[in-house]
């Protein structure tokens, strides 16, 4: 593939405005509208769309023709719907200081809210049906089969709906029921405010959350601690604020539950993926049988960098510096290829797809949104944006951004709208697979000792804080959702307790805990998404799981992971893993992925001998 045009990217190290860059680097959304004018009408095309789907309210028992029109016109808005707000979305984080760009992201937010709004009376209709209509409904009209996993999803569902006045109470107390997070957000983001540092120059410097990640990986240990102490001092002055907002929100999971009648705030929180609580037990018992793996590699970090003992400030330092040597891009889509060829020709050819076709928003410019994510809207390609800054890091990011995008790639080419999307629970797993066999080939193809130590290291941080980390947040949050159930009293001392007792335990007699860590629950945002995080842990056990299938098995685990990423949400999710070769269910892809770390760490060890 060749790249030809305008320049790359800025020159040294200015950003360049977007105008500046080579098209070729640019995302091709006229592929989801010609133009704005294009997008006008299909903004006005959903108004008319809207009230029709309205006319449906209060007519589906009445026949099953008229069940399956009303579905039929759910989804035909519900495609439009997602084009017109990806579209406005993605045309507005090219240049943020656009107000043009943020308009029209504004008006699309109003209208998806409208259009939910148009078909909310859908769900608690379809259940007011007898179990035994919508059977011989189903019998009846030939064109619901393709809703039938649908409706039974729906059907699973059902003890747990209310009647429509109750469904009504508890949609109005939605936004008390945000109060906790939103508390959090404010008091953390935009009233806390933290002292200056000094640098490894001694010179004083600004402080933030968000530098705090890279202070932690300096090389200088004063610097780190610094940090460390800085951040979490702050943290402690508010402890009793945070405390209370966090066990608000675990009132907020405990009123929910009960109301829908469900047997914990835990059974509750996995009902809407169909996953059992004992996934989640089975995690947490898998990795605590390979914390000694864990201990291993945090002795082995204090002993190459000269620490004894190993501080919770130490974790983060890379035990060899990352590359210096600038990564093109298009010497990046070369190693991503190369890294993903095991996936054979059928995956390949999407990718190249993908890179040829303008999928990606490639290089920063001025104003443009930070980070990366794939995103896109059926049946349309989907897109990437990407800030690619020719570090290895960004050549995982590609790796990652392009497994979420071809997921969806397949999911949209195989499966109907209905179930063109994927649960929470397996989003991260084709993005995961694609780092886990792009990391396999640097490994296997590292030229020298310095390239290998950090790649083996990279891996272990990989696993250290998606794994073993995330499985320790799971495990206090199962702890603390017991505890509001049993009506424990639950004050900034009791977080501070366990928080403190569970990394202990999760890290071992290698680590000197000291009290700051006592607070570092309070700055995790994802605990106000009840159980949430968990699902970091699994999905990377079951891309592990699915890599080295596919590295050891070839043609046979092709085969089955191709199926998975074209399934969509078109069957039980376990069971969508399971035909994929990894059974959540069990230990096996947990302890799959502990034995690599433990391997990792042995290899790791034989090198820096």
């Known amino acids: ?107 699309a937010t109003t209208l998806a809210a409208a259009a939910a709004r148009s078909g909310a009376f859908i769900t608690p209709e379809i259940l007011s049906i007898p179990v035994e209509t919508l059977s011989l409904f189903l019998e009846r009209e030939e064109g619901l089969g393709l809703y039938r996993f649908f409706l039974e999803e729906l059907q699973r569902k059902r003890a747990h709906v209310l009647s429509r006045e109750e469904e009504g109470l508890l949609a109005s107390s939605a936004e008390l029921a945000h109060a906790p997070e939103n508390i959090f957000s ?172 303008r999928w990606a928003d490639v290089f920063e410019n001025r104003g443009k949104r930070g980070g990366a994510y794939s995103w896109g809207a059926y049946p349309v390609h989907p897109f990437v944006l990407l800030n690619y800054d020719g570090k290895m890091r960004d050549v995982f990011t590609v790796a990652h951004e392009m497994g979420h995008a071809l997921h969806r790639y397949f999911s949209d080419r195989e499966q109907p709208y209905v179930y063109s999307g994927h649960p929470i629970f397996i989003a991260e797993v084709a993005s995961t697979t694609n780092e886990a066999l792009l990391l396999d080939h640097l490994i296997r193809s590292a030229p020298g000792r310095e390239e290998r130590i950090y790649l083996l290291n990279f891996r272990l941080e990989q696993i250290r804080t998606t794994v073993f980390r995330q499985t320790l947040f799971a495990e206090f949050e199962r702890e603390i959702h017991g505890r509001a159930e049993r009506g424990e009293a639950l004050t900034s001392e009791s977080f501070c307790g366990l928080w403190r007792d569970l990394n202990s335990e999760y890290y071992g007699k290698c680590v000197e805990l000291d009290g700051e860590i006592e607070m570092e629950w309070a700055r995790i945002p994802h605990f106000y998404s009840p159980f949430y995080v968990y699902q970091y842990a699994t999905g990377y056990s079951a891309a592990t799981a699915l890599s080295r299938e596919i590295l050891d098995e070839g043609e046979p685990a092709v085969r089955r992971y191709m199926g998975f990423l074209k399934r969509g949400s078109s069957a039980p999710v376990l069971e969508v893993l399971r035909d994929a070769g990894v059974d959540m269910a069990g230990p096996g892809p947990v302890k799959r992925t502990v034995d690599l770390f433990r391997s990792t760490v042995e290899e790791l060890e034989a090198l820096l001998a």
């Open 186 to 357: 404010m008091l953390t983001n935009a009233d806390m405010t933290f002292p200056p540092i000094r640098d490894e120059l001694d010179h004083e410097t600004p402080f933030s959350e968000e530098r705090f990640g890279s202070f932690l990986q300096s090389r200088d240990r004063r610097v780190r601690e610094d940090a460390y102490k800085n951040l979490y001092g702050v943290y402690g002055r508010y402890r009793n604020t945070l405390s209370a907002s966090l066990n608000a929100a675990l009132r907020v999971s405990l009123f929910y539950s009960r109301a829908r009648g469900f047997g914990s705030n835990l059974e509750a929180a996995l009902h809407e993926d169909d996953i059992p609580p004992s996934v989640y037990d089975s995690l947490v018992e898998g990795v605590r049988e390979g914390l000694d793996a864990l201990h291993r590699y945090v002795a082995l970090r204090g002993r190459v960098l000269g620490v004894s003992p190993v501080r919770m400030f130490d974790l983060y330092v890379p035990l060899v510096e990352e590359y210096r040597r600038e990564i093109s891009y298009p010497e990046a889509v070369g190693m991503v290829r190369e890294g993903l060829a095991p996936l054979g020709d059928d995956y390949l050819a999407a990718l190249d797809e993908g890179f040829s076709h």
């Open 1 to 107: 593939m060749a790249f030809t045009g305008k320049k790359e990217r800025g020159s040294g190290n200015a950003i360049p405005e977007r105008e500046d860059l080579d098209r070729a680097y640019q995302w091709a959304l006229e592929d989801l509208f010609e133009d704005r004018a294009h997008w006008e009408r299909a903004l006005e095309e959903t108004g008319p769309l809207m009230n029709s789907l309205e006319a449906f309210s209060g007519t589906l028992a009445s026949s099953p023709s008229r069940l399956l029109e009303c579905l039929k016109l759910r989804d035909r808005l519900g495609e439009l719907t997602s084009r017109v707000y990806a579209y406005a979305h993605m045309k507005s984080h090219e240049d943020t200081r656009d107000p043009d760009g943020q308009a029209i992201a504004a008006r």
